[in-house]
């Protein structure tokens, strides 16, 4: 088996992928409320600071800086995936489970990367912005409503015609 090995930093800044099991799902869309609450219920009892974020409906990807003395980013993202599985369900929803009689909703891992300097945090926000484009979900960012990025037109960080107008426009993305 792979043994994978994770960057814990106190105080770090995370770059993650978390996916669904069914690349074919729109869950996360979906039911983007009880996701929304999933996060908020972890952030309560183990604080973080989501710094930008894009939902798409089987995968999302989000920038998170955990304070100076926590880098437990593991344990956030199995509360997080245990409260979303349990709200689906509490709903009604009809998930699938797995051989050892547990929900198989989603991948078991995660992809993470440190982010170490300015260029790297913006380059990761401009990719996690314009993901909805890339995957062909929307035509330009700024139509996608499930992202940071209405954040930071409203914070005056990012115009609202940023990346989506021009086609083939070359731009620096993270990952």
């Not at 669904?20 to 219920?41: C, N």
């Not at 183990?46 to 999302?60: G, S, T």
């Not at 880098?71 to 995936?81: C, L, N, Q, T």
Request: charged share 25%.
């Amino acid at each position: 088996m792979v043994q994978y090995r994770r960057n814990f930093q106190k105080g770090g800044t995370y770059f993650f992928t978390v996916t669904l099991r069914d690349r074919k799902s729109d869950f996360l869309i979906k039911y983007y409320a009880e996701f929304s609450a999933a996060i908020k219920q972890v952030k309560q009892n183990k604080p973080f600071n989501v710094l930008a974020y894009v939902v798409l409906p089987e995968h999302c990807h989000f920038i998170w800086r955990l304070s100076e003395s926590d880098k437990d980013y593991s344990g956030r993202w199995r509360e997080i995936k245990k409260a979303f599985t349990k709200k689906l369900v509490d709903c009604g929803v009809c998930l699938k489970k797995n051989h050892n009689n547990e929900y198989a909703l989603w991948q078991r891992r995660f992809w993470e990367h440190t982010i170490v300097d300015e260029d790297g945090f913006e380059n990761h926000v401009n990719y996690i912005h314009y993901n909805p484009v890339k995957h062909e979900v929307v035509g330009a960012v700024n139509e996608w409503p499930y992202s940071s990025f209405h954040h930071y037109v409203a914070k005056s960080v990012i115009a609202k015609d940023w990346a989506g107008f021009k086609e083939n426009e070359l731009m620096r993305y993270g990952e």
